[in-house]
Structure formats: structure tokens, C-alpha cells
């Protein structure tokens, strides 16, 4: 819950950020307005049986980390989403290569990248978090892990990857051409959007979160976006909330985009207006490329107010609450007539 006092005296004390922060301040309520939780939301229309798995946990009282682990492995296991877990699309040497982080109300993270033949790598990202002393394992690295644990290592490219690859290879050229896959298919098209990050509130209000995908699809071999860097594609912190994106990586990286979203949302921003800004940076940063990739954030602080704002048109989010389990949100969007 915010403290009115210190929230005041850091508003002061951070001068160049006030004078843009009022409309955000404006909008933030201070009063003590009923906390809404549990509640978990995440990205995309297909967060909704994710978030419906998540409430199986929240809504018995269970613990946050729990409700987005078992979550977030709905899409992991679809073998009609190519976005994520084990039918993604493959790289452009035609392995599927799989990212994915956790994260805790006690700070506590794990994460895997560039892991292939496992296919629920947010149970890796878990046990790496739990069982090491460390917090990121990749490539290999993480595959033995996995194995070490009890995972079964499979072939995760299947039929219909591979053929989606094969009729990509046609036209690619193979050149490391940084976002090259933008290029071709715009965003927010079948091959380059549908990452899962998905944040919970639970009964007592902890929040955690997790953030799992395969990946910009037919990527450059050893590529790793922004969805396993704590930080960049998921960060919470329980004294103020939580964000995550989707969408081009590269992008949310430069920016640290979900830290950002979280500290816009400690000096008292909206969580709207905290992914808004977001965007906003990477806008500044790369104004012509904006104009042609999609990224999307969205927060949610704790007390449960959410919001989201992305690049293009096109990005929605799911909600789960006590009053209803499958509520999609269109997220405002920078580039309001592009085509999502
Ligand atoms: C990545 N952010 O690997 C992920 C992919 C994604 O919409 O979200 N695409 O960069």
C-alpha cells in the first residue's frame, strides 16, 4: 500500500519526473479504495485458459508464483500456439530454441534461454530459481539441468513448424539482418507475436510473475529477446506491482522495459500511463523502426488496477477476477490506425 507522506516527499524530490507525471499522478487514487485481488491478467487474447488455470490456485487461496507457473504452461503445452513452449516456430536452422522466466514476491527469479528439447521451460526457470544458486541458464546448459531434474527431453519441432520454416527458407535470405522477420511479416502477424507474460495477485496481495515464448519465430540461431531478462520482459516488486511485454525484444532490452514500467509505478503512475511512457522511450530511441514493429507492456500495481499500452494497434489482454474469468481488454496503442 503506498505510505501518502513518503509518496510525497520522493514526488518532490524527483523534480524532472513530476512535471511529467502529473496527469499520472492525477489518475492514481490514494484513498483506500477496496484492494481488487486476487486477480491475474496477461498478454493476448489466448491469456484468458491461462488465467483460467492461474484462478484454479487463486481462487483457494493458493500463492501467486503457483497460479502463474501453472498458468503460463497452458500455451506452453498448446500444440496450436507457435508462440510458445513446445509448438513454437523454430529458429532459421530449424530448432526450436525456447525462453522463459519467473519471478516472486520476494524477489527471488529464474530463468532459461536458448533451451531446446524441453517443453515447459517455465518448470525449468522455476527449479532454477529454487534448487541453484544462480538465477539464468542457457542453451545447453539448461537442457541438462532439465534433464538432471526429472524433464523429459523431447523433438519439440513439429510437422507444422517444420513446414512453416521450410516455406519461410524459401524466401529468406540468410543474412543476420536484425529483425528481418519484421520485415517480412508485420507485426503483430501469425509469426511474430503471442508471447505469454502473465502477473498475479493472490489472497494476501503478493504478486509474482511469469513471461514464456519461443521467440521471435526463425530467428538467428543463439537469439534471445527480452521475455527470459528480468527486467526487460518481466519484473516484479512487491511494495508496488508488476509488468511485463511482448513483441520485439531487441527493443524492450535497450529500454529495460518492465523494470521501467515498475519504477514509473512506485513514483505513483497509473499502470497504463507507466507502460505508455515505456513505449514512449522506445519511440524516442528508434522512430522510424517503431513505425514498423509491435511491442506491448502491461502492469498491474497492488492494488490491482492494470493497464497496457503497446506500439500498434492489435494488442489486447486477458483479466481474471472474482467477477469474471475470461474479460479481454484492448490495450491503447501508440500508432492508433496501423493495421494490428
Ligand atoms: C521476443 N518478446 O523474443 C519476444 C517475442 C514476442 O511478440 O513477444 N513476440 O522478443
Known amino acids: 500500500m503506498f505510505d501518502r507522506r513518503k509518496f510525497l516527499k520522493l514526488s518532490a524530490a524527483t523534480a524532472s519526473l513530476a512535471a511529467f507525471s502529473k496527469t499520472a499522478l492525477a489518475k492514481t487514487t490514494l484513498t483506500d479504495k477496496p484492494a481488487n485481488y486476487p486477480i491475474v491478467i496477461s498478454t493476448w487474447g ?7 488455470e492461474a484462478w484454479k490456485t487463486l481462487s483457494t487461496g493458493g500463492r501467486a508464483l503457483d497460479a502463474v507457473e501453472a498458468g503460463v504452461k497452458i500455451p506452453e503445452a498448446d500444440m496450436n500456439n ?11 536452422d530449424g530448432h526450436v530454441t525456447l525462453d522463459a522466466c519467473i519471478m516472486d514476491e520476494l ?6 534461454a536458448a533451451m531446446e528439447y524441453i517443453a ?33 527431453k523431447e523433438q519439440l519441432l513439429t510437422p ?27 507485426p503483430g502477424s501469425k509469426y511474430n507475436h503471442d508471447t505469454i507474460g502473465m502477473l498475479a495477485l493472490d489472497a494476501k496481495g503478493n504478486i509474482s510473475g511469469a513471461c514464456t515464448t519461443s521467440g521471435m519465430a526463425f530467428k538467428l540461431h543463439g537469439r534471445v529477446g527480452d521475455s527470459p531478462i528480468i527486467g526487460a520482459g518481466l519484473f ?7 509488468a511485463t511485454s511482448t513483441g520485439v525484444g531487441e527493443e524492450v532490452i535497450r529500454n ?32 522510424e523502426m517503431s513505425k514498423h514493429i509491435q511491442v ?45
Open 46 to 52: 489466448f491469456g484468458v485458459p491461462a488465467n483460467q
Open 160 to 186: 507444422e513448424s517444420e513446414k512453416a520454416w521450410k516455406e519461410w527458407l524459401k524466401t529468406a535470405k540468410y543474412a543476420p539482418v536484425m529483425n528481418i522477420e519484421n520485415q517480412q511479416h508485420t
Open 120 to 152: 515447459h521451460p517455465i518448470s525449468v526457470a522455476r527449479l532454477v530459481m529454487e534448487r541453484t544458486p544462480h538465477i539464468m541458464l542457457v542453451g545447453d546448459g539448461a537442457t541438462q539441468f532439465a534433464v538432471e531434474q526429472g524433464f523429459k
Open 82 to 92: 507457435h508462440t510458445v513452449g513446445r509448438a513454437g516456430y523454430p529458429d532459421r
Open 296 to 340: 506491448g507492456f502491461l502492469a498491474i500495481n497492488k492494488k490491482g488496477e492494470h493497464g497496457a499500452y503497446a506500439l500498434q494497434r492489435g494488442f489486447e489482454y486477458a483479466v481474471c477476477n472474482s467477477q469474471q474469468q475470461d474479460l479481454i481488454i484492448k490495450g491503447k496503442s501508440f500508432y492508433e490506425t496501423s493495421e494490428g
Open 107 to 112: 524477489g527471488n527469479c529464474g530463468s532459461v
Open 236 to 242: 516484479v516488486d512487491n511494495e508496488v506491482g508488476g
Open 256 to 287: 529495460v522495459g518492465s523494470f521501467l514500467v515498475v519504477e514509473l509505478m512506485r513514483r505513483g503512475y497509473h499502470p497504463e500511463d507507466a507502460c505508455k511512457e515505456a513505449v514512449a522511450r522506445i519511440i524516442k530511441k528508434k522512430p
